[in-house]
């Protein structure tokens, strides 16, 4: 037991590399109430043909496979029942195959026509599916008397244009066929560049055995009757945009009791278009939609809880100890105003720290009479760090406003602080401190050659963003290093801030480097999210953030540029910015704006929040400084304006909206 102890619970991340017995024990319910959904996820019984689509890791393809037939077997087998009745319990019959089996690059070129490609592709298809089903259903059938099995083949034999020269008695048989003549296709697929020939035997019309199957099956077998038969096509991002619309005519003409799933990533879908007089298929006319990672966002509570107990599941299943509490398993730093953590990394007396060093020599540099030992003395509360940021940054405010008389603001800062301490109704400081304290807490650590904080299980949750795998990558990182340190990870150790800041280091890499595309495509994607948080990251660490945590920002996406808006949707569907429902209204002109947010799981690398509170409105032609990489020169200039408004002595500020959150005149 001792050595299975010593693999990392969260080391397969991918569903693909999980068997069948895997992805049952490791399913976990969700609480779902949203009716749009939740039928999809529970059981997909609905006829309309529906596009499960999200992020790389987002569950796409576990949600799927758990829907399918070989998991369906396991679970009626554990609940002691016959598959019929599983079956008719389910009310449907999934049928899972992945796109990526097809090698879909193979139909193209080798010096063939487009048209001849797009007959045999769409012959290959039918011959793949219907394989599928055949197998299935000879598995499913097995107990029924053997002339319902002869009748049942001999039905889909009439299904071909092309009577077989053998005689096909039995499902087993029919699926040999098939699978014969599929190989033989295969051959001159594979040698007609050499030999310039194809001389495929197409046998069968686009449709007839996907839909004629289980039209058959429903007709004869009693216990089949009123079974749904649901073709679930994952990685559908591997087919062509030819290929793709062959698939989008055949869900649109579907005939009962067939349907589709069809698994992509949020960027997969090349095209709605059909050959039903080229017209294209439409959301909700002829089919649903399920943003997963998307959906998983906005259920904040239920994903928590589901990540919780697929954490619990990880463990349980190699032999580790489980408990309610997972949290107590991480070591903690408190970054609130009366954390006595603070003491623990920095120096006692509040002259010595840095944030009173860098005010000194800004206010030395700025005034000459200036009296800033007394400054210092008023702002100072050895014990309170975090309070000592809050007060120097309420001093810039007004030294950003204007103030002539900077030490009688130093004076009120001082009363209200220990109004504050007191329990006084201090309450616009008390805001203040609510508003800045993860910005001020984030300069504390940054001065005090600290590595930000964002350790803890609930942050590696937050930071996921309904991408399980992201997650899981965040957890695999940090078992290694906490292994790595001898912590003893889950077997009762501590994992300590030391490896949970590696780990989380680790995976924000892993998803910078992995979830972008590929090609130059890939690398404005990380350069134009580069070029925002660095923005971001400007106002974070100024001496007065013109925003509070900001990881966010809004624009309006018809007003940029094309460069700039093809860029943005690029990095949204590679999940390296995530839009947020409702927009945001501006708060001059009232009108509605998209807005967005970095990934939390890129926060890292630019020592980011990962919660979402303040949001930086960008004019146009700002954000096409960010997101054009042509546009260098501007977006030099858009640095250096950020950077006079949040450092000492300030640029003044005259447009609207640039100090919004200047809020305190003391």
């Known amino acids: 037991m001792k050595a299975i102890r010593t693999r990392n619970p969260f080391g397969i991340t991918k569903a693909v590399d999980l068997n069948n017995d895997q992805i049952e024990q490791l399913w976990v319910e969700m609480a779902i109430e949203d009716d749009r959904i939740k039928p999809e996820v529970d059981h997909p019984t609905s006829p309309m043909p529906t596009y499960i689509l999200g992020a790389k890791g987002s ?50 070129g080798k010096r063939q026509d487009d048209e001849i490609w797009s007959q045999l592709f769409a012959f290959y298809f039918e011959l793949w599916l219907a394989q599928h089903a055949i197998r299935l259903l000879a598995e499913v059938l097995a107990g029924q008397p053997i002339s319902l099995i002869e009748e049942i083949t001999s039905a889909i034999v009439g299904l071909l244009d092309k009577t077989p020269k053998q005689g096909l008695r039995d499902l087993s048989e029919l699926s040999a066929f098939l699978f014969s003549t599929q190989k033989d296709l295969d051959y001159q697929i594979n040698n007609c560049l050499i030999t310039g020939i194809l001389t495929p035997d197409i046998i069968v019309t686009p449709g007839n055995l996907i839909f004629g199957i289980p039209r058959i099956v429903s007709e004869n077998v009693l216990f089949m009757k009123d079974i749904l038969f649901v073709y679930a096509i994952d990685e559908f991002e591997n087919l062509t945009r030819e290929q793709q619309i062959h698939v989008n005519t055949i869900y649109r003409e579907r005939e009962p009791p067939s349907t589709f799933r069809i698994g992509a990533r949020t960027y997969g879908i090349r095209t709605y ?31 928590g809880d589901f990540c919780r107990t697929l954490i619990s599941k990880r463990l349980s299943q190699l032999g580790f100890a489980t408990s309610q509490d997972l949290d107590r398993h991480f070591e903690t730093f408190e970054i609130g105003a009366r954390s006595s953590d603070w003491n623990t990394i920095m120096s006692p007396v509040s002259t010595e720290r840095e944030h009173f060093r860098r005010f000194s020599q800004q206010i030395r540099r700025s005034f000459k009479t200036f009296n800033v030992e007394k400054a210092i003395d008023l702002l100072s509360n050895a014990d309170r760090p975090l309070l000592e940021k809050l007060n120097i940054l309420i001093f810039m ?48 650590l940054k001065e005090s050659r600290r590595p930000q904080y964002y350790g803890g299980l609930s942050n590696f949750i937050g930071m996921s963003s309904g991408i399980p795998r992201a997650l899981l990558t965040i957890l695999r990182s940090v078992f290694e290093w906490a292994r790595f340190a001898d912590e003893r990870p889950f077997t009762g150790g501590v994992i300590s801030l030391k490896s949970q800041h590696k780990g989380i280091v680790d995976a924000s890499d892993w998803y910078f480097n992995n979830m972008r595309k590929a090609g130059p495509d890939g690398i404005a994607i990380q350069g134009a999210v580069e070029r925002l948080a660095n923005i971001f990251r400007i106002n974070r660490f100024g001496d007065k953030p013109v925003e509070i945590s900001v990881s966010s920002f809004s624009v309006s996406e018809r007003e940029i540029s094309e460069e700039a808006r093809r860029v943005l949707g690029l990095a949204e569907a590679r999940a390296f910015i995530h839009r947020i429902s409702g927009g945001q209204k501006e708060r001059n002109s009232e009108d509605i704006t998209a807005k967005f947010q970095i990934s939390p799981m890129l926060a890292p690398r630019w020592e980011l929040p990962i919660a979402r509170r303040g949001v930086v409105t960008f004019s146009p032609d700002d954000f096409n400084s960010v997101f054009d990489v042509r546009q260098v020169e501007a977006y030099q200039a858009l640095l250096q304006e950020w950077r006079q408004k949040v450092t000492a002595p300030f640029r003044r500020v005259s447009s609207p909206g640039d100090d919004q959150i200047g809020l305190f005149d003391v």
């Open 273 to 303: 278009q059909t050959n039903s007089g080229g017209e294209d298929n439409i959301k909700d006319s002829e089919f649903s939609e399920i943003q997963l990672d998307v959906e998983l966002r906005e259920l904040d509570r239920q994903y």
């Open 397 to 444: 405010q007004n030294w950003a406003r204007g103030s002539d008389n900077l030490l009688s603001v130093a004076e009120d800062i001082a009363y209200q602080m220990e109004a504050y301490e007191r329990g006084d109704a201090a309450e616009k400081y008390k805001q203040a401190l609510g508003h800045y304290s993860g910005d001020l807490s984030a300069q504390l």
């Open 59 to 108: 569950g796409k393809t576990h949600l799927m496979r758990h829907q399918s037939f070989e998991l369906q077997k396991i679970r009626f087998q554990a609940a002691g029942k016959r598959a019929e009745d599983g079956l008719r319990d389910d009310g449907y019959l999934g049928l899972y195959v992945r796109c990526s089996g097809l090698q879909s690059n193979r139909f193209s």
